[in-house]
């Protein structure tokens, strides 16, 4: 069964601190991998998409990696700021077939001042 | 605003009371999707449309909901006889196939309460 499962379910940091985000997926097979930010109450908004090719993206002060092998993505926030509070989700797609996504549950981060 | 919107953003309805929700997908996107999520979840695919046409739908969509999407352009999603389970925030996508990696922009929501 495709799944995606992400680490942690909740974090909470201070202002100006840097944190990681966890995404271990067992879609297979693999066509690519999105990073969504999701404030309260919003529609998710897209933060990068990476393909198998691809071990780092960055999109300003928020770079994803992606081990292929391992199946494991991450997301790391730099300098974080309150606005960064909100849901991360991890989605993966598979290559050919269904064109539906899977979708984690999502990180909800929580950034104090 | 050229992105996807999504009426009423919430709607408040009594239990087995009908309800329609619309979505205007970004006008030259060709896939509209609609999704279920419920608090401190990830969206649940429910089913998607390209042009007219309904290609898949989950098997969480039940008989009492029902999506068109007529003219290939807005769609609806309706549920007959709202049970309290059906609280959740609704969310639109639309989308444009560009070589495989196309992104799904997603609307704001409408967010369902029956009470």
């Known amino acids: 069964k495709n799944q995606v499962e992400q680490s942690p379910q909740s974090l909470i940091i201070l202002e100006g601190k840097n944190c990681t985000l966890q995404?271990?997926?067992?879609?297979?097979?693999?066509?690519?991998l999105r990073w969504y930010k999701q404030d309260t109450g919003r529609g998710p908004v897209s933060l990068t998409i990476?393909?198998?090719?691809?071990n780092t993206k960055s999109n300003g002060r928020y770079t994803a990696t992606l081990d292929a092998d391992t199946k494991q993505s991450s997301l790391h926030i730099t300098a974080s700021q309150l606005s960064d509070s909100a849901s991360y989700i991890c989605?993966?797609?598979?290559?050919?077939?269904?064109?539906?996504?899977?979708f984690g549950r999502g990180t909800s981060l929580i950034v104090h001042p | 605003d050229t992105g996807v919107s999504q009426n009423p953003r919430h709607k408040i309805t009594k239990r087995g009371q009908n309800v329609t929700f619309r979505c205007d997908p970004i006008?030259?996107?060709?896939?509209l999707y609609w999704y279920r999520q419920t608090l401190g979840q990830g969206p649940e695919f429910l089913t998607y449309?390209?042009?007219?046409?309904?290609?898949?739908k989950s098997r969480l969509l039940s008989d009492r909901f029902s999506a068109e999407r007529p003219k290939g352009s807005f769609s609806t999603l309706e549920i007959q006889r709202t049970e309290q389970g059906d609280s959740a925030m609704y969310l639109c996508?639309?989308?444009?196939?560009?070589?495989?990696?196309?992104?799904?922009?997603f609307g704001p929501g409408t967010r369902l309460t029956v009470t």
């Open positions: 996508a639309s989308s444009l196939l560009a070589g495989g990696l196309y992104e799904q922009y």
């Open positions: 995404c271990n997926y067992t879609v297979s097979p693999f066509s690519n």
């Open positions: 990476m393909t198998f090719s691809e």
């Open positions: 989605v993966v797609r598979i290559e050919g077939g269904s064109y539906i996504p899977t």
């Open positions: 006008s030259e996107h060709n896939r």
């Open positions: 449309f390209q042009n007219e046409a309904q290609l898949e």
